[in-house]
């Protein structure tokens, strides 16, 4: 709480479902979800099956939202949201707290940074001239530099009301010019701005498992088994400055470890069931594993 973390890794490593794990637990804590999804890749029945409560409190801000309360009262010819919209709803938000018409703490969950383009290239795109890849990042680092390293941070003082906590989700692409660099799409504004970073899968390659059941002839792929370390850990505190890593596996009911596997096939029999059929055993489900090759898209059969 109270600081800004980011989970990072190829497609399909888990990162998703970190940020998952922070909107369910945020709202059993009583801290109001704020959910911004501009991937379209957060599935309503995913944080259900994770013990999300859709009809408690919590804020939904997706493209259409962006675009239409903050992208168009800017140009009115804009047809798509932006960067600088993404940061100027979250000030809006702040901004509501600190009145107090909204008086919660806040995590504001980002998935993903580095799918919306900026206004520079937005407007370049649309009048089929040139863009920059350069422009995203820099308006990502002018609309955001300050809400990491000073507005999310400061609100854990004493001082303040509310803490205020921020996570975000970022796909990477490793620069082979550059030593195998790792680099992040979108920018490197908050890799930078972030005290807290867990790495999802390998460094040069995809680093990831396919875990699926099977039985009677019928297979369903249940689980991504990964490489999950700290990369960067500067929070104050009995763990600050630790760094671990291992491996977890990410269902559709969230993350376990590897040596849960029985003890999840056994709390979630009939999510199994619906999969093999109705009349299959814990007994009887068999687990077989798959190496997902460097970059290979995979997508949980949710």
């Known amino acids: 709480m109270g600081y800004v973390s980011l989970a990072r890794g190829f497609t399909n490593t888990g990162k998703s479902t970190a940020i998952c794990e922070g909107i369910v637990s945020a709202q059993k804590m009583g801290i109001l979800p704020v959910i911004i999804d501009t991937e379209n890749n957060l599935g309503t029945k995913r944080l259900e099956k994770m013990g999300f409560d859709w009809n408690a409190d919590h804020i939904l801000v997706d493209n259409e939202f962006l675009l239409e309360e903050f992208g168009r009262k800017q140009d009115k010819n804009r047809n798509e949201a932006s960067i600088e919209d993404k940061a100027a709803a979250i000030q809006f938000l702040l901004k509501e707290q600190e009145s107090g018409n909204l008086p919660y703490d806040l995590l504001f969950a980002i998935d993903s940074l580095g799918t919306l383009d900026c206004i520079r290239s937005i407007n370049a795109m649309e009048k089929n001239t040139s863009d920059n890849?350069?422009?995203?990042?820099?308006?990502?680092?002018?609309?955001?530099?300050?809400?990491?390293?000073?507005?999310?941070?400061?609100?854990?003082?004493?001082?303040?009301?509310?803490?205020?906590?921020?996570?975000?989700?970022?796909?990477?692409?490793?620069?082979?010019?550059?030593?195998?660099?790792?680099?992040?799409?979108?920018?490197?504004?908050?890799?930078?701005?972030?005290?807290?970073?867990?790495?999802?899968?390998?460094?040069?390659?995809?680093?990831?498992?396919?875990?699926?059941a099977q039985s009677k002839n019928r297979k369903v792929a249940y689980g991504i088994e990964t490489n999950v370390s700290v990369a960067k850990n500067q929070i104050d505190g009995d763990l600050g400055g630790i760094s671990f890593e291992g491996k977890i596996i990410s269902t559709p009911h969230g993350f376990i470890l590897p040596e849960e596997v029985d003890t999840y096939k056994k709390d979630n029999l009939l999510y199994f069931r619906n999969a093999l059929g109705m009349d299959v055993t814990v007994d009887e489900i068999e687990d077989t594993y798959e190496v997902i090759k460097e970059n290979e898209g995979f997508e949980m059969e949710l």
Do not use: C
């Not at 422009?135 to 990491?148: D, I, P, R």
């Not at 692409?173 to 972030?194: L, Q, R």
């Open 133 to 212: 890849n350069m422009w995203n990042a820099g308006a990502f680092e002018k609309s955001f530099k300050y809400l990491l390293n000073n507005t999310i941070p400061n609100s854990r003082k004493e001082s303040k009301e509310y803490t205020n906590t921020m996570i975000g989700v970022q796909k990477i692409w490793i620069d082979n010019m550059g030593a195998g660099v790792v680099k992040h799409k979108g920018g490197e504004t908050f890799y930078y701005g972030s005290r807290l970073i867990y790495h999802f899968g390998g460094i040069a390659a995809h680093g990831a498992t396919k875990v699926s």
